[in-house]
């Protein structure tokens, strides 16, 4: 299957300071990729849709300045979480999918950020 | 944001018991998917269905896609311990994978040896 990798697996900064985190589609072009949030013992939300080149689309209640989206390349998404705080804490994770088929998102490994 | 209602939230069998879980929503989706998530990991794709009605396996994990288009179920045979996880379910509006998920509330299962 698919490969997608994230990268640091796991990040501890100091509260303010800001922190990326990349995505990567290993071994295919991936349109669209998304971001997920998931704090401990619960589900993973939506944050985010990145389409390649073009801006993301966030969903509602998710701060478009605060966390920064890139996708500059059809193997490549970034998020930066600007000005982070000890809320922001939690376990990121994209996936991404194939253009225009009926193939399923493939899931990277997840980012621990811890904000102290 | 919305979530699939997910029952039940943890189970707790023994070795070589058979689970059932399921996922309801408000709305219809077009593709339900199965997940199963390691501490610590993303999740792992189980199985997918992109039709009411449909019933498709994955060795011992069978899932169904419900007439309404508005649940799924999974069952698992014959657990083993390394079947202890985190289940979700998710829903996507079409079949097109650009398409966004909405994932369930999860199901922690634990296997007792």
């Known amino acids: 299957g698919a490969v997608v990798s994230q990268h640091p697996s796991w990040v501890i900064c100091k509260s303010g300071t800001s922190v990326k985190i990349e995505c990567r589609s290993l071994d295919f072009q991936a349109t669209t990729m998304f971001w997920y949030r998931q704090f401990p013992k619960q589900s993973l939300m939506l944050m985010a849709t990145s389409n390649e080149g073009s801006k993301a689309t966030y969903e509602q209640g998710v701060e478009k300045d605060k966390f920064l989206i890139n996708h500059a390349s059809l193997t490549l998404s970034t998020l930066t979480v600007t000005s982070a705080h000890p809320e922001d804490s939690s376990f990121y994770i994209c996936?991404?999918?194939?253009?225009?088929?009926?193939?399923?998102?493939?899931f990277g490994p997840g980012t621990r950020l811890t904000v102290l | 944001g919305q979530q699939l209602n997910q029952s039940p939230q943890s189970m707790f069998i023994q070795e070589g018991e058979d689970v059932s879980m399921n996922c309801t929503s408000s709305s219809i989706f077009n593709t339900w998917l199965w997940y199963k998530q390691d501490p610590g990991e993303g999740p792992v794709l189980l199985i997918a269905?992109?039709?009411?009605?449909e019933l498709t396996s994955n060795g011992r994990l069978t899932a169904q896609f419900g007439i309404t288009r508005k649940d799924s179920f999974l069952n698992i045979s014959a657990s083993i311990p390394s079947d202890v996880g985190i289940y979700f379910c998710?829903?996507?509006?079409?079949?097109?994978?650009?398409?966004?998920?909405?994932f369930g509330t999860g199901t922690r299962l634990a296997v007792r040896p």
């Open positions: 998710a829903g996507q509006p079409s079949k097109s994978s650009g398409d966004k998920l909405t």
């Open positions: 996936s991404a999918s194939f253009a225009g088929g009926t193939d399923t998102q493939y």
């Open positions: 269905l992109y039709k009411a009605g």
